[in-house]
T-cell receptor, first 112, second 111 residues
């Protein structure tokens, strides 16, 4: 059982670079979401999707884009990385929005 | 407000019970969750409770919900060193797909 798979596990970027964090799930879950975790804080929702072709903003969406072309994949794009985006990023999925969410192992991103 | 609050740190001796507390502010919360995060890992769902329940037990874990006081607790019986981790409380509501997380309680289990 792969569950929720995130790649890469670690990444270092320079300010202004762009990159895509990948998230895939093999559980046929409709709902997927991206969170960021900063020291001493809980997770904050960046973007979420309730199904293929549908995305919406969470609590901290600025500087990030998402798309959901398939049920399985939900990539997160940083268009022009900034040091404030240094964080650990978690992808999660659930059968539908109010069901328990299953998390990936995270991507640790540092922006210099 | 949407705050979910937890104490930052708890230290217990191996074999004792641990009680981690959480308070939330929104009375429309439908599900309340406990997640465990070990160092360098993602969040593992431990248990969850629907808002019309006041208690749920699952092996060593007992969740108590006081809806009147908006207070949720997680009791871990016979705490082991492998239980050392950060525990997050989170809530979700019918009208929102958002999980609101507390900032986490770091549990340290001393041998």
């Amino acid at each position: 059982n792969a569950g929720v798979t995130q790649t890469p596990k670690f990444q270092v970027l320079k300010t202004g670079q762009s990159m895509t964090l990948q998230c895939a799930q093999d559980m046929n879950h409709e709902y997927m979401s991206w969170y960021r975790q900063d020291p001493g804080m809980g997770l904050r929702l960046i973007h979420y999707s309730v199904g293929a072709g549908i995305t919406d903003q969470g609590e901290v969406p600025n500087g990030y884009n998402v798309s959901r072309s398939t049920t399985e994949d939900f990539p997160l794009r940083l268009l022009s990385a900034a040091p404030s985006q240094t964080s650990v990023y978690f992808c999660a999925s659930s059968l539908e929005g109010t069901q328990p969410q299953h998390f990936g192992d995270g991507t640790r991103l540092s922006i210099l | 407000g949407e705050d979910v609050e937890q104490s930052l740190f708890l230290s217990v001796r191996e074999g004792d019970s641990s009680v981690i507390n959480c308070t939330y502010t929104d009375s429309s919360s439908t599900y309340l969750y406990w997640y465990k995060q070990e160092p360098g890992a993602g969040l593992q769902l431990l248990t969850y409770i629907f808002s019309n329940m006041d208690m749920k037990q699952d092996q060593r874990l007992t969740v108590l919900l006081n809806k009147k006081d908006k207070h949720l607790s997680l009791r871990i019986a016979d705490t082991q060193t492998g239980d050392s981790a950060i525990y997050f409380c989170a809530e979700s509501r019918d009208s929102s797909y958002k999980l609101i997380f507390g900032s986490g309680t770091r549990l340290l289990v001393r041998p």
